[in-house]
């Protein structure tokens, strides 16, 4: 059985680079089809220019935001206020999480106390509670973090639990019978044969919690990358929501790909466990 | 058949029953068992499937508790899994986060054995498992064959009283399997360790074993021990395979018979 995996996972690795080629060509063509129809659909005005503006305007808005500001505050300090918020919301998900999720998948009992108000509030959209939390927690940045908070520990939560339930029991008793006590086997087995689903749980909480995000300062803020892009649509300055929009996803890829790269460093044995 | 000079006994097993689940939806697995491991046996345990082979191990391993009778190690009842009992499962148990020689090295580190000390007993034995060089190897690295090796390596760490070993070689292609049998066998000799020794394999069985313990389809019952020595023969003259004569075909045939009345009723 043993082998059979390994051969089946063992892939010709000249093939593949060419696989790998061939996709990368497509993705760059795809973008590059993207960039042309939009330059001609505005090249030829088919929408007016106030919805839909050129990508040339795009990119002087770009660098006037990024010279003077929007409304006189630099785009950075917009970034730096909604990644506060946002980091500062994960690191507090993932010191809470982390333990409670492998507690719960550990000991049943703390499981049957968490467990359910999590799936209450997890399908829950977080813009609908997030108006108690802004009464409760006042209007500026404590009710955000505390809402992107809760839609970042769900999602590690549950990924914890899963990776505790999908533990090679055998990993447990073989540490046992080398002489491993309780505090020895959480820490040195339990843990670390959890990391990579804990990281795609972490992965899951950057995502829901980045879209929470814009949304939250869409609804309430003065400050941040969302907050801007609403602003600059109560004002038809489609420009600037473009240049708000392609901000957001870039960091967003950016970021993702940076926890992919710690990912590979911290996990490099994941699919092998 | 040698006769070996009877040694201290390791493991003693009193009539013990196993039922698994609760009431209403059990399952006896074992029944009436009487067994003995005393130092420096080669005990193989052969049975059809699913006969309760490896409960058996899992219960003297301390995984699991006794319903009825007892299973004593040096004449203390056996509560839990610790390192006095090493365990070798069918498919490798290593650590992926951890390279071939942290693996090797965890059981001594857990005793809190120095580092010093440690190092020399890893080294030691990668060399004896013939992994010298593999210590910094990511255990995914490994062929099959060498994954048990390093999973043999890491039990031996430990200088337990008894190797538990649960059809270690099942998964190695034939080959392989030859080649690591001579290498458990030299183990146990050069180490004069004692092992517990579960396979479906009569052939295995006859050519490791000191005593092979032949046992019923569930519920699991001993129908007959036969000590053997072919493994004395093979070490004395360093080969793999063994030389087919007519007391070995006695012994197999009685063996195969055995199973085999097992299996079709």
């Known amino acids: 059985m043993d082998s059979e995996k390994q051969t089946l996972s063992k892939k010709d690795p000249e093939k593949e680079k060419r696989k790998n080629k061939n996709e990368k060509k497509l993705t760059v063509g795809t973008w590059v089809v993207i960039l042309i129809a939009w330059y001609l659909i505005t090249k030829f005005e088919i929408f007016s220019p106030t919805l839909l503006p050129s990508p040339s305007r795009v990119l002087t808005t770009f ?28 690191a507090l998900a993932n010191a809470t999480a982390v333990p409670l999720g492998l507690l719960s998948g550990y000991f049943s009992k703390i499981e049957a106390i968490i467990d359910s108000v999590v799936e209450f509030y997890r399908p829950l959209p977080p813009l609908a509670y997030y108006t108690l939390l802004i009464l409760w927690f006042g209007i500026d940045d404590k009710s955000k973090i505390i809402l992107l908070f809760l839609a970042a520990f769900a999602p590690i939560y549950l990924a914890c639990v899963s990776a505790v339930s999908k533990i090679n029991e055998n990993y447990i008793l073989s540490a046992k019978s ?37 949304s939250a300062e869409m609804i309430a803020a003065t400050s941040g990358i969302g907050w801007m892009v609403f602003d600059a649509s109560n004002f038809l300055k489609s420009d ?34 | 058949m040698e006769n070996e000079v009877k040694k201290e006994v390791l493991i003693e097993i009193n009539n013990l029953k196993l039922i698994y689940g609760s009431e209403g939806d059990s399952i006896l697995a074992l029944e009436n068992i009487n067994l003995e491991i005393r130092r420096g046996e080669f005990l193989c345990v052969l049975g059809p499937s699913g006969c309760g082979k490896s409960t058996l191990l899992k219960t003297i391993a301390g995984y699991i508790k006794p319903t009825g009778g007892s299973c004593l190690m040096q004449g ?26 942290d693996n090797v090295e965890f ?76 290498l458990i066998r030299d183990i146990w000799k050069e180490n004069n360790s004692t092992i517990f020794f579960i396979t479906h394999d009569v052939d295995e069985a006859l050519s490791l074993a000191t005593r092979i313990v032949v046992m019923s389809k569930r519920p699991g019952r001993i129908l007959k021990e036969f000590n053997v020595g072919f493994t004395h023969r093979l070490y004395k003259d360093n080969s793999i395979e063994v030389m087919y004569n007519e007391e070995y075909f006695n012994v197999k045939n009685e063996i195969l018979g055995l199973i085999n009345s097992q299996i079709e009723e």
């Open chain 1, 63 to 90: 660098f006037r935001l990024l010279e003077d500001g929007y409304n006189g505050v630099s785009i950075l300090s917009h970034l730096r206020a909604s990644f506060r918020r946002l980091f500062l919301a994960l």
């Open chain 1, 178 to 214: 080398l002489g491993a006590n309780q505090k020895n086997v959480f820490f040195k087995i339990v843990l670390p044969a959890c990391l990579p689903e804990i990281f795609t749980g972490i992965r899951t909480a950057f995502g829901v919690s980045y879209t929470t995000l814009v």
């Open chain 1, 240 to 273: 600037v929501i473009f240049v708000g929009i392609i901000i957001m996803g870039i960091t967003g890829v950016l970021i993702d790909a940076g926890l992919r790269f710690l990912e590979r460093k911290i996990v490099y044995w994941k699919g092998h466990v």
């Open chain 2, 76 to 101: 203390k009842p056996i509560t839990g899994p610790d390192w006095h009992r090493g365990v070798v499962f069918q498919s490798s148990t290593l650590y992926p986060w951890m390279s071939v020689k």
């Open chain 2, 107 to 182: 059981g001594p580190r857990m005793r809190d054995i120095p580092a010093d000390e440690v190092k020399k007993i890893s080294k030691f034995f990668l060399e004896q498992v013939k992994l010298t060089g593999f210590g910094d190897k990511a255990t995914f690295e490994l062929s099959g064959g060498m994954k048990q090796r390093v999973a043999l390596a890491r039990v031996l760490a430990n200088y337990p009283q008894v190797i538990l070993m649960d059809e270690p070689f099942g998964a190695l292609d034939a080959l392989t399997r030859n080649n690591m049998q001579k």
